[in-house]
Nanobody, 127 residues
Framework: VQLVESGGGLVQAGNSLRLSCAAS????????MGWFRQAPGKEREFVSA????????VFADSVKGRFTISRDNAKNTVYLQMNNLEREDTAVYYC?????????????????????WGPGTQVTVSS
């Protein structure tokens, strides 16, 4: 499956952005989807994930209450709504897919479970 992120850009702190990740070449509803990010000089870190049906979600503590994740299986797309952005949110954001047969999300904080990755989209938050 191929993943392509979009929606990144430059935004002032306190504002919002919505990232999209469009999938093609696979059966989207069979994949759990996740978002990760990597800031300059830092390790890649987990942001959020959503189960195949969209019924279960999980968030990193650093974004809980500010970010939401959703998916539209009819459009083969997963979204990351980012509100009240902070400078610390500046990073390249990647979406990832794991082929899975359940709606379980407990393991999705770990990048090792994902089978496919997008090329990333840059998000820069200015003060």
């Amino acid at each position: 499956v191929q993943l392509v992120e979009s929606g990144g850009g430059l935004v002032q702190a306190g504002n919002s952005l919505r990232l999209s990740c469009a999938a093609s070449g696979g059966t989207f509803r069979t994949y759990a989807m996740g978002w990760f990010r990597q800031a300059p000089g830092k390790e890649r870190e987990f942001v959020s994930a959503v189960s195949r049906t969209g019924g279960n979600t999980v968030f990193a503590d650093s974004v809980k209450g500010r970010f939401t994740i959703s998916r539209d299986n009819a459009k083969n797309t997963v979204y990351l709504q980012m509100n009240n952005l902070e400078r610390e949110d500046t990073a390249v954001y990647y979406c990832a897919a794991e082929e899975i047969t359940t709606d379980y999300v407990g393991h999705l904080r770990d990048a090792k479970w994902y089978d496919y990755w997008g090329p990333g989209t840059q998000v820069t938050v200015s003060s």
